[in-house]
């Protein structure tokens, strides 16, 4: 069992940053594949970004390609979401999650996660 809770939402205007945390339990968390989810109401969860339980390969919504950094601590069980160039359209709760896989690609599906966090709001101004 893994729990997940996540930090580092808020209120930031567009253009601006921020930078998400997702700290696990336990001591098997390099045994996770990790993700990034966003969703908004009366909408589905869409992956954000994905990394592998190595690090060694990463995956980015097209959406946020080249704006949006995720990254892992395995020594700290901490995986990251960096947010750059912060547009409105990022609003959305982002909920963090993790996938019992060692596999060497990313699953870009909700359904492929097996624990989640309870979700940190991102709101971005205009």
């Known amino acids: 069992q893994v729990q997940l809770v996540e930090s580092g939402g808020g209120l930031v205007q567009a253009g601006g940053s921020l930078r998400l945390s997702c700290a696990a339990s336990?001591?098997?968390?390099?045994?996770?594949?990790m993700g990034w989810f966003h969703q908004t109401p009366g909408k589905e969860r869409d992956i954000v970004a994905g990394?592998?339980?190595?690090?060694?390969?990463?995956h980015y919504a097209d959406s946020v390609k080249g704006r949006f950094t995720i990254s892992r601590d395995n020594a700290k069980n901490t995986v990251y979401l960096q947010m750059n160039s912060l547009k409105p359209e990022d609003t959305a709760v982002y909920y963090c999650?993790?996938?019992?896989?060692?596999?060497?690609?990313?699953?870009?599906?909700?359904?492929?996660?097996?624990?989640w966090g309870q979700g940190t709001q991102v709101t971005v101004s205009s």
């Open positions: 336990g001591r098997t968390f390099s045994s996770y594949a």
């Open positions: 999650a993790a996938e019992r896989f060692r596999g060497t690609v990313v699953h870009g599906t909700a359904e492929d996660y097996d624990y």
């Open positions: 990394i592998t339980w190595s690090g060694g390969r990463t």
